[in-house]
């Protein structure tokens, strides 16, 4: 099950960390790794933190954008260090964890972490359907990129031991949510009939959009009602045109 | 409560290593390290990884034996990577830090961490009560130390804040049991008794003590009747010179 989990690591500072999450997942049994810009890879010190889970750098998926590191998945939690304006359901490492296992069971999920610096920024916050916090002390929540990685993985693989151990397995989810690329195009499609329709604010087009990602990502549409909804753009716009 | 709970590092020997569990005990609002003779300390490169929690390093408390660094401590758990011939109590690390967060509330709690290569010494587990096992991909158990901390810390802040959460606070033990420095008077004060009583094999000595020592780890007498073994050991002195 573990084989439909990523990790996705985007625009990552330092090839050390990129080594070091790569120990991390595989001591954790996790084996795919994306890598969304990373600053400098490949790199010796990636390499030389690796120590030994060389295969998953060699194995793993350098991609142009965050599109291409999460497509096909049906999940996308983002690793958050910090609270966020922008209300988005916030679950701990062992919710994360049950979630990603159960949904594996059926789909693809990743796991998304920002940058060392700043985290996600908020273009990544709108792919996810939530958001994972680990808890740490208010006045020193240094956790390093491997170190967050680290323990999610923890929580996956008890997680995932778990629900082997349950004779039922993992709950299935009566329901398979659209991947996320089907998701993106449902909302790059809202977007352009909400222009027409001047119904976005045109000096700040973001933020009304930003509040129908968090009202769809709460949802999880599967591909039946991705393709009703986007059946009413369609009708939406031809009417505008009779 | 987390003031109770001391992380206990034994023989480190890289000095970044302590540095990375400093930080990674900082995290998890752990501050209490001591350090059984590591190779190297104090050195650049300690306080480099510790990035920011070198208060830590600062107040870590060097000691040059176990016996030191437990001294006074009614539970120590030793963190251990593989399976033991010797049959202790092993645990997960939430069992782990639910014992270490509700003991944490009456007395001192250690959590062991033997070094790097090749864990914890036979001797070390004698002064255990129980083993946390991490578990780990089967075929890549390499966890760095800091890692092994970061995850043991990392239950114990969720534990911590668990039990803070419910209002009846953490379950508090009936049974406080002895320190790990009477418990140690006690276990020699037998291995005393028994060698008189040509009890032990004098080829193996140890290999009895051993199974001792596991029963009593497991019973976890209190002071009190610590006082009533050892009086058992005077008598049975007593009566050898009658």
Not at 81 to 100: F, T
Not at 109 to 132: K, T, W, Y
């Amino acid at each position: 099950m573990l084989e439909n989990i990523r990790i996705v690591l985007s625009n990552t500072s330092h090839p050390g960390n990129i080594g070091a999450a790569a120990r991390a997942m595989k001591t954790m049994e996790l084996s795919r790794l994306y890598l969304v810009n990373p600053k400098k890879y490949p790199d010796a010190e990636a390499t030389a933190r690796a120590s030994g889970a060389d295969d998953l750098l060699a194995q793993a998926t350098l991609c142009d954008d965050l599109d291409a590191a999460i497509a096909g998945c049906q999940l996308v939690i983002g690793a958050s260090a910090r609270s966020r304006r922008i209300p988005c359901p916030v679950i701990d490492p062992a919710s994360c964890a049950q979630q990603a296992v159960a949904e594996s069971a059926q789909g693809e999920v990743a796991i998304l972490f920002g940058c060392e610096r700043s985290g996600l920024s908020n273009a990544e916050i709108d792919r996810c359907q939530s958001l994972v916090q680990i808890p740490t002390n208010p006045v020193y929540g240094s956790l390093n990129l491997a170190s967050a990685v680290q323990i999610i993985g923890y929580e996956i693989l008890v997680a995932q031991r778990h629900a082997a151990r349950s004779s039922a397995g993992p709950a299935m989810p009566e329901h398979v949510p659209a991947a996320a690329e089907e998701l993106q195009r449902y909302f790059e499609h809202l977007e352009s009939v909400l222009v027409k329709l001047e119904f976005l604010d045109p000096d700040n087009p973001r933020k009304l959009m930003r509040r129908l990602r968090r009202l769809y990502n709460r949802a999880r549409p599967d591909e039946n009602e991705i393709n009703i909804l986007r059946g009413v753009l369609s009708a939406t716009e031809q009417e505008r045109h009779k």
